[in-house]
């Protein structure tokens, strides 16, 4: 602490947030102290603001913080000794879990000089992993943070343009959609755009290098789990194969079995013999590792094992496609079956995009080409910036 002040926040720092209809209220370092941390340590992560309330007051007071997400409970939730944030990961394909960090494995991965003149924009659940990293960048480095709870992509857009935003980290599906949104309109003055939560196709990163041609972007590769692990920089999608043999920023890579494992000195407290199982396939193509979806996402199509998020990666390269959403639905016949949601490009005709969209599939085997492919005018999102990527009914 430097007085009143934890050390990690830069007296410049400042966090915008709009609070409904009642307007944008600049929440500055003495808005932010003396504030009670609950005594069981439990702090909804309903809004930056109140995130940031949370970690400071459990750090005033050396005692553990959950960061409730989800709308869930604080069931079976005990606080050890000690200052550290408990997250809940995301849920996507399953049930949330609670992971411990200590607040320095936390700041291990932020980047940035101190810059006033950077305002940041958050995309992401202020109680998430990624939102934590995006909310203390913006504190320690003196930037100033603009929020909107529970808002969607349009009004971030206009947030965005609003408040002349310089730098954004969002999930390439908060991209796209954004992308979307800022059709028509002025762009903000992006300076820095980051991908995290999701792997980066190639067809996103290659839009919005196109887009915003003076902004740096790179894809951030972390997780509740792991903590941030590392970013790539070099437009293309996936990692260079080398860092499975060199490693890359004090990490060390394998693939067992097709899933990336990994030792951090960033991971979670609880690593067993330090190697962690990402739970995320990968495949080594040429030079480069490739993202191919989640082991937990794999489902039985007719007795062939099918990635959903493969086939979308797929068909997010088909030119007019502007988003996917492939999931699984139960078939009693084959155990399930795939469908796409496909949004097109505002300038491509329904017939030239389905042919283009077979051709892309004809390369797959049978079981991996969608039996139904919808088109539709948006794909929601959840509070985490993801697409569901839970089995149909």
């Not at 849920?91 to 960090?101: D, Y």
């Not at 030792?263 to 739970?279: F, K």
């Not at 892309?360 to 990527?389: C, F, H, N, Q, Y």
Request: glycine letters at 12%; charged letters at 20%; proline letters at 6%.
């Amino acid at each position: 602490m430097m007085g009143n002040r934890p050390s990690w926040i830069h007296p410049a720092f400042c966090l915008l947030e709009r609070d409904g209809d009642a307007g944008w209220t600049a929440w500055r370092w003495p808005d932010l102290a003396d504030h009670g941390l609950p005594s069981d340590g439990v702090v909804v992560a309903a809004s930056a603001s109140a995130v940031l309330r949370g970690v400071v007051a459990a750090e005033r007071d050396n005692r553990a913080i959950l960061l409730l997400r989800h709308g869930g409970d604080a069931a079976g939730w005990l606080g050890e000794p000690g200052f550290a944030v408990t997250l809940e990961s995301s849920g996507t394909t399953g049930l949330p879990k609670r992971v411990r960090h200590t607040f320095n494995r936390l700041q291990g991965r932020v980047r940035g000089r101190v810059d006033p003149s950077v305002r940041w924009l958050m995309t992401y659940d202020a109680g998430a992993f990624a939102g934590l990293q995006v909310l203390l960048t913006a504190a320690m480095t003196g930037a100033t943070l603009v929020s909107v709870p529970g808002a969607g992509v349009q009004e971030l857009a206009e947030a965005a343009r609003l408040h002349a935003v310089t730098h954004i980290s969002g999930t390439p599906s908060f991209w796209r959609a954004f992308l979307m949104a800022l059709a028509g309109g002025g762009t903000p003055p992006l300076r820095s755009i980051t991908l995290g939560g999701e792997a980066a196709d190639q067809a996103v990163l290659d839009r919005l290098a196109a887009a915003f041609p003076l902004a740096r972007l790179r894809h951030i590769y972390a997780s509740t789990e792991a903590g941030a692990v590392f970013g790539v920089s070099d437009g293309r999608a996936g990692f260079p194969a080398r860092w499975l043999d060199e490693g890359v920023d004090d990490v060390s890579l394998r693939v067992c079995d097709g899933v990336l494992e990994l030792r951090s000195p960033r991971a979670m407290t609880a690593a067993g013999d330090g190697w962690l199982s990402t739970g995320d396939l990968v495949t080594r193509v040429g030079d480069r590792v490739l993202f191919a979806g989640r082991v937990d996402g794999v489902v039985n199509v007719g007795g062939v094992k099918v990635s959903p998020e493969a086939v979308e990666q797929r068909l997010l390269a088909v030119p007019g496609v502007a988003e996917v959403l492939v999931q699984a639905k139960p078939n009693p016949i084959t155990g399930f079956l795939l469908t796409a949601q496909i949004v097109p490009a505002s300038d491509v005709e329904e017939t030239v995009l389905r042919a283009r969209m077979r051709d892309a599939l004809a390369e797959l085997v049978p079981a991996a080409r969608p039996r139904v492919i919808t088109l539709t005018d948006r794909i929601p999102l959840a509070i985490t910036g993801k697409k569901g990527r839970k089995a149909q009914p």
